[in-house]
């Protein structure tokens, strides 16, 4: 996997027991997609000025060990199982200074139109999203 990006847990990240809650993960997995796209130089909203859209569809997270309020946290990104017109990005989470595995995960999205209908990914955008 590519590290594309870091975040440094915020206080207002955390629950009352010092832990990052669990929907922030699903953040930072779109913090993880979103520069991974940069990364093969494009932008999300470069990719909606096209008219088409990748929702996610379906998500999945397996919680490994507990991210606590000001670690520095890697995401790593890969995309895998690319389809006609559907993709998952693969992400990894881990603590900077240990590089313990805090959470992994994927993302599946469908490529949508502007009327919200699925439709195929053009060939440049399939090439882009290529692992």
């Known amino acids: 996997m590519l590290k594309v990006a870091q975040v440094r847990v915020l206080y207002a990240d955390t629950d009352q027991m010092g832990v990052v809650n669990n929907v922030v993960y699903l953040r930072w997995f ?3 997609r979103a520069e991974w796209i940069r990364m093969r130089g494009r932008t999300y909203k ?3 000025k096209t008219g088409l859209m990748m929702p996610v569809v379906e ?3 397996k919680y490994r060990e507990p991210a606590r309020y ?3 946290i890697h995401v790593e990104t890969e995309t895998d199982d690319l389809r ?3 993709v998952k990005f693969k992400y990894e989470l881990k603590r900077a200074f240990d590089g313990a595995l805090l959470c992994e995960g994927w993302t ?3 490529c949508l139109n502007s009327e919200g209908k ?3 990914f053009p060939d440049a955008l399939l090439l882009m999203l290529r692992p």
Request: a negative charge.
């Open 70 to 72: 000001d670690d520095l």
């Open 118 to 120: 699925v439709v195929r």
């Open 108 to 110: 599946q999205h469908a």
């Open 46 to 48: 470069d990719i909606e």
């Open 59 to 61: 998500a999945h997270l």
């Open 30 to 32: 779109e913090i993880g």
């Open 84 to 86: 006609a017109a559907s």
